[in-house]
Every structure is written in C-alpha cells, then in structure tokens.
C-alpha cells in the first residue's frame, strides 16, 4: 500500500489531521498490508500511527538536516512478516548524502526511504521497499529524481526484488514515469487494469474526484506475480481520510 496521508499541520478546516486521523487507521486496517509506504508524514502524525500499529516496525526520517523535524515518508512493515536487513534514505538531489539538499528546481528537500527486508514466512525471500515523495512543483527536479531511483534500482545486486511506492506528483507517461518503467520495473495498476480510462485519479478533492491523473503508484520489479491493483476509494459517509486516495497491490514471489 503506498498512502499519502496529508500533512498533519495543514488548515484543512473539517477535514484537519484531528478529525480524520482515526479514519486513516481504519483505511490502513481494512487493507492490512504487510509493506505500507507513506507519505507527508509529520511528527504528530508519526506518533499517532506508531501508537495505533504496534504490530508494525516503523522507519523513516524528515526530509529535512534534523531527523526527528519535518515532513516524512517513512515506511511500516509487519513485524511477524519480515526482518529489517539494512535501512538507508537518501536525498532526491544532486548530493544524495547530504541531509536537506535539494537541486534543479525542487521547491522543497525530498528524499527516498529504502529498506532492505528477509520475508520470515517464505524461506530465502527477500525484497526492497523503496519509498519516496516527489515535488509537486519542480519539473526538473522530477524527472531527476525518477533518475536517481531508477539508478538505485539498477546498482542492487541482480535479481533482487523491489517494490517501490509514492506519490511521484507525475501522471502516467510522464519523463518521470518513462524513466522508472521499463528494465525490469512494472507498474502494478496498468498490469491488472489495461485500458486505461479517465476515472483514475488518485487525489480525492476531499469529495472523491474520480476525473484526474494517476500521480500515486506501486511499482514492482518483474519477478513478483501481481494479483491486484486498486485504487482505495472507500470513505465514511462521503468523509475521506486524505487528500489522496491509497493505492495497492497484492504480489506473490515468481
């Protein structure tokens, strides 16, 4: 599941982080992923999801120079189902290394979270999660950014398998999304869903928009079989729990 959960200090009125926060829990609990990827994730928020899913291991960090400040994407994933091998965020910038950098035309510092994992149900199965958050104004420093992942992707050791989740502010055929795909990546949703259709919008308005762009992906690499694609557009009496809708994908190991 890859979601964005709006940040929790926007002045969002009736739909503030306050008065929705349990209906993220509940959108989270309906699915029960075992990889979620999250983003605009702000202390408050973290706090609160870390409390509500003890079951899960929660990593990430801020996009900005201190750790514990800002906005995130992090990731969870299911305690009983895997082990953390190796945990590491890098920088959607020239100098990847360096907390808080931003390059090209990013309005903001962004970053991707990575994290290696040992499926403890399937013997000798392991994955990488890749998780990021795009800028919603730079052009260039998306198209970068899809670079830089893309070039992650490729410098793992061959056969290795990855599922990547975000919101990468891009549509379908976009340079960004031209980038990723291809070379053993695979977009989860058009694999399942063919025909490709207006109604495919992953942002909600808070009034359940179906007319849009498809800016929310999960990626895998080719060697998962996929069993489904959805995009989540549940809702509590036309109450949403975010500004976008979750995205999902069921996956078994080929």
């Not at 008065?19 to 075992?34: C, F, G, Q």
């Not at 509500?52 to 995130?72: C, Q, T």
Request: glycine share 6%; charged share 30%; proline share 5%.
């Amino acid at each position: 599941m890859s979601f964005n959960i709006r940040l929790g200090v926007a002045k969002d009125g009736e739909n503030r982080w306050d008065l929705r926060k349990e209906l993220v829990v509940k959108t989270i609990r309906e699915y029960n992923p075992d990889l979620l990827g999250l983003q605009e994730v702000f202390p408050m928020q973290e706090e609160y999801l870390r409390e509500s899913f003890p079951e899960y291991v929660y990593y990430g960090r801020s996009r900005l120079v201190d750790p514990n400040d800002g906005e995130a994407c992090s990731i969870m994933f299911r305690k009983e189902r895997f082990n953390p091998i190796e945990q590491s965020t890098f920088w959607l910038s020239e100098t990847p290394d360096e907390p808080g950098s931003k390059s090209w035309d990013s309005s903001l510092p962004r970053i991707a979270n990575m994290i290696s994992l040992k499926d403890k149900q399937v013997r000798g199965k392991k994955l990488v999660l890749i998780n990021t958050h795009f800028d919603h104004r730079g052009k260039v420093a998306r198209e970068e950014a899809a670079k830089i992942i893309k070039n992650r992707v490729s410098a793992l050791e061959k056969g290795a398998r990855v599922v990547i989740t975000g919101d990468f502010n891009s549509g379908e055929g976009s340079r960004p999304y031209q980038s990723l795909m291809g070379e053993n990546i695979i977009d989860t949703f058009r694999m399942v869903h063919p025909n490709r259709t207006e109604e495919e919008s992953t942002l909600t308005a808070w009034k359940g928009r179906l007319i849009g762009n498809r800016i929310d992906w999960v990626l895998c690499s080719a060697n998962f079989q996929i069993l489904s694609a959805t995009i989540n557009r549940s809702h509590d009496k036309g109450r949403y729990p975010s500004d976008h809708y979750p995205v999902t994908a069921t996956l078994n190991y080929q």
